[in-house]
């Protein structure tokens, strides 16, 4: 099928080529973001790929259809930057891949908490240059800590997983207790029971009206002082000026973030030459016990190369008008 990938970095077309060595699609390859302003390249194509800082809204959407776009095929797992019922209104079909490797996502999770509490972004700094003091490096044992995991899904659930390895205790909220995680030992208890338990609190639930800003200054006052804050999942979970506040206050005591509000205008381009406007996200990387990694936590061989084939496959099942199961429609929760 003739199709118009967005945003492609240049391991998008290596793995994409690569996979496509099986599915014989027509790929054509651009740099750009998908918005309007860009739309007008996918003109003629019926099978749009796009990536999670593309913004397929109304508008995009309707010129899209205008050029004869049926299938918008994602190559990520969440969709929040697609107008689904925008796409549903003008007879588009979403895919999505809903597990590419969770074990990457779970796994740099588990690295920010480590890095953050082992200060190991400090240490690394320190002895290259020769200091090997130690003030200011002291951490804490993981061990009989509590963690407070929102969103038991896949990703969620390995994470807890992993943490039970080192004995953490924990602690979990979802709208769909997951059995797999009660069998773990996790305990189901509500947000505030979870905010106010917890040592450390990690977000892995998607991004929806229900979840935007899920930590605001409400959830931050029932939290314990000290508390490490960790958000892989979608940067807007997070109400990121209360969260400033509450390191200032010293609240909260360690943020690791993969993820950001406004990460569209900074994420996935080299801007090392160019004055960064954004004060928000300026202000965090002043703080010693924030970690921000650019929205890299999927990024393994194994994730890319999955990513690269469920894409492929989902477009060969539309074609031969198959139903993946990997389709996303509006309303659908997760
Ligand atoms: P999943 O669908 O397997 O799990 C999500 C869980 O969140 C589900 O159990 C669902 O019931 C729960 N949930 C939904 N709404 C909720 C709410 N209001 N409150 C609490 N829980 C709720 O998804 P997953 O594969 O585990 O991915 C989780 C999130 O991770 C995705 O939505 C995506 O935003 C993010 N993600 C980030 C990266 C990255 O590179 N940083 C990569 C992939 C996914």
Sequence with gaps: MKTAIFSTKSYDRKFLEAANTKYHHELIFFEPRLTIDTSALAV?????????????DDGTLQILASGGTKLIATRSAGFNHIDLNGAAGLG??????????PYAVAEHT??????????????????????????????????????????TGKIGLIVAQILKGFGCHLLAYDLYPNPE??????????????FTNSD????????????????????????????????????ALIDTKVVIDGLKSRKIGYLGLD????????????????VIEDDVFQRLLTFPNVLITGHQAFFTED????????????????????????????????
Excluded: W
Excluded at 94 to 101: F, K, Q, T, W
Excluded at 117 to 128: E, L
Excluded at 131 to 150: C, K, P, Q, S, W
Excluded at 181 to 194: R, T
């Design 92 to 101: 588009m079909t979403v895919v999505r891949v809903p597990a590419y490797s």
């Design 110 to 151: 588990v690295g920010l908490i480590l890095t953050l509490n082992r200060k190991i972004h400090r240490a690394y700094n320190r002895v290259r240059e020769g200091n090997f003091a130690l003030d200011g490096l002291m951490g804490f044992d993981l061990y009989n800590r509590t963690v407070g995991i929102i969103g």
């Design 181 to 194: 995680a009660e069998a773990l030992g996790m305990k189901y208890v509500d947000l505030l029971e979870l």
């Design 259 to 274: 993820v950001y509000e406004q990460e569209s205008e900074l994420f996935f381009e080299d801007l090392s030459d160019e």
């Design 200 to 235: 450390i609190i990690s977000l892995h639930c998607p991004l929806t009206p229900q979840t935007y800003h899920l930590i605001d200054e409400a959830a931050l006052s029932l939290m314990k002082s000290g508390v490490m804050l960790i958000n892989t999942s979608r940067g």
């Design 44 to 56: 003629g194509f019926p099978c749009v790929c796009v990536f999670i800082n593309d913004l397929l």
């Design 303 to 334: 994730a890319i190369a999955n990513i690269a084939d469920t894409t492929l496959s989902n477009i060969t099942d539309f074609e031969l008008g198959r139903v993946s199961g990997n389709e996303v429609r509006a309303k659908v929760d997760s």
